[in-house]
């Protein structure tokens, strides 16, 4: 395993790590992140604070407990940020952006006091031509303290080289699911009782089967981003990749700013989409994800989405699964539903995310 950071056991005077680079990464390679986190309470009102999601199940413990879970649990994709977070430091510290997801599975409820640690294992490498960068493929699995799995996801990440004539480490691009089928998800929702769910405290009439494929929805509000609040956000994550921090270094870059986490745009996109979709109250799987363009501060986020499928879980009749497909646009409002332009894609969209969503029946 190559090492992880620029010293060794017999090199007392260099204890910092620069993080790894593309030629520092072999497929099979697997990696234990540091450090261990417990959520609390106080995380999650701080995500609220910066997103706003108003999802009854994740904003009251009374609603969560009268439908069937032990509490609230803990919003899906601060679940996701956090466990993402971990595995900055060894896979994604000298990134140049992060480009997409798929096979993204949630598996058990996260609950406050609960604490998440990760792994991931290398599973693709792509040298891209300028031989300045490569692309890693990594399959990262999020635990509790039991040993629990409640996440597993494959991301791709563009990396630095730390030495441009350096030779490639091998080419393997990964063959990946276009999307999760439904017997595959559901597992982090327990059995609940649909005639407990209120959906006036929930905010919406509509069901699982009051949606129809096809159907497109303009979740109406904008989102400006603060540069204050994408900075503290990531470092709710401990999220330490320098190009959302360092002003410093990233006025020498390509955008001569600080770029905004992309895990941004899929937070505010999901609590945009409350309006529209306030029953979709759990993430269940993420089949796919594009950061299409990069976000700053001072840009409005819009969203809409679109319902590409639909599918009752085996074995299940107190809910039902939405495929959605949820675009992201900066500076412009989505009442015309902008997607692409062209053979491209449209030039304010920044995320284009497939995923399941469950709904009660």
């Known amino acids: 395993m190559p090492m992880t950071s620029s010293g060794s056991k017999s090199d007392p ?15 099979g390679q697997v990696l234990t992140h540091a450090t261990p986190r417990t959520v609390t309470t106080g995380d ?3 995500y609220n604070a910066i997103f706003g999601p108003r999802f009854a199940v994740q904003s009251s413990d009374t609603f969560a407990k009268a439908i069937g879970y032990r509490d609230a649990p803990v919003d899906d994709f601060l679940v996701f940020h956090m466990v993402f977070g971990k595995t900055v430091p060894d896979i994604s510290l000298n990134a140049i952006a ?11 409820p996260v609950y406050p006091g609960d604490t998440l640690s990760a792994t991931s294992e290398v599973i693709g490498l792509k040298e891209n031509s300028s031989r300045k960068t490569g692309i890693v493929y990594v399959r990262s699995t999020g635990c509790n303290q039991d040993g629990t799995r409640v996440l597993e996801y494959v991301r791709w990440v563009m990396i630095r ?38 959906v006036a405290l929930a905010g919406s009439p509509y069901r699982f089967d009051d949606y129809e494929v096809g159907e497109r929805i303009d979740h109406v509000d904008g989102i400006t981003v603060e540069e204050a609040e994408h900075m503290m956000a990531t470092r709710l994550y401990q999220n330490t990749a320098r190009i959302h921090f360092n002003q410093f270094a990233e006025a020498q870059g390509r955008f001569k700013r600080r770029l905004i986490y992309g895990g941004h745009v899929i937070s505010l996109a999901r609590a945009l989409s409350f309006n529209g979709l306030a029953n979709a ?13 990069p976000l700053f501060a001072g840009n409005t ?44 894609d449209h030039p304010a969209v920044i995320l284009d995310l497939d995923y399941w969503a469950l709904l009660p029946r």
């Open 98 to 108: 992060n480009l997409g997801y798929a096979n993204c599975r949630f598996l058990a």
């Open 13 to 27: 005077g260099n204890k910092t790590s620069p993080g790894n680079f593309f030629e520092d990464f072999r497929v």
């Open 44 to 46: 999650i009102a701080i």
């Open 161 to 198: 080289k730390r030495d441009e004539n350096a030779e490639a480490p091998g080419d393997h691009v990964p063959r990946l699911p276009v999307a999760l089928a439904p017997h595959m998800i559901g597992d982090a929702c327990p059995k609940l009782d649909p005639a407990a769910y209120d």
């Open 301 to 344: 986020v819009f969203a809409w989405s679109e319902v590409l499928g639909k599918s009752e879980l085996p074995g299940r009749t107190d809910v039902g699964a939405l495929r959605l497909r949820t675009v992201a646009t900066k500076d412009l409002p989505c009442d015309g539903f902008p997607l692409k332009d062209g053979d491209g």
């Open 281 to 293: 109250f759990h993430i269940a799987a993420i089949n796919g994800g594009r950061h299409v363009a």
